[in-house]
């Protein structure tokens, strides 16, 4: 089992960016997907970026891609979110997650098995 805790700055104003990261308690291995999935208050909780963990092929969701960046430190077994040029529609309450590969999940699934307590993020207009 994993433990994940997030941190990182969580407003900014449209058109800036954040950063936000996730340490593991324990050694990711290759077999784990990392990533981060929001939600916003009314709405389903949505897939925004992951990463496989040995290899570091990276997925996006088409609504944040070539605006956000997911990478990985294998050392540290941290992941982190670059969000550059948020918008309003970027405010939500992030998640970090991870799902080992025999899940069986797609890559871009919103569902992980281990999940982070959840950072809200706010941006303004």
């Known amino acids: 089992q994993l433990q994940l805790v997030e941190s990182g700055a969580v407003s900014v104003q449209a058109g800036g960016s954040l950063r936000l990261s996730c340490a593991s308690s324990g050694r990711t291995s290759s077999s784990y997907r990392m990533g981060w999935s929001r939600q916003a208050p009314g709405q389903e909780r949505e897939f925004v970026a992951a990463?496989?963990?040995?290899?570091?092929?990276?997925y996006y969701a088409e609504s944040v891609k070539g605006r956000f960046t997911i990478t990985r430190n294998n050392a540290k077994n941290t992941v982190s979110l670059q969000m550059n040029s948020q918008k309003p529609e970027d405010t939500a309450v992030y998640y970090c997650?991870?799902?080992?590969?025999?899940?069986?999940?797609?890559?871009?699934?919103?569902?992980?098995?281990?999940w982070g307590q959840g950072t809200q993020v706010t941006v303004s207009s």
């Open positions: 990463i496989i963990w040995s290899g570091g092929s990276t």
């Open positions: 997650a991870a799902d080992a590969l025999s899940s069986g999940r797609s890559f871009v699934a919103r569902v992980y098995d281990y």
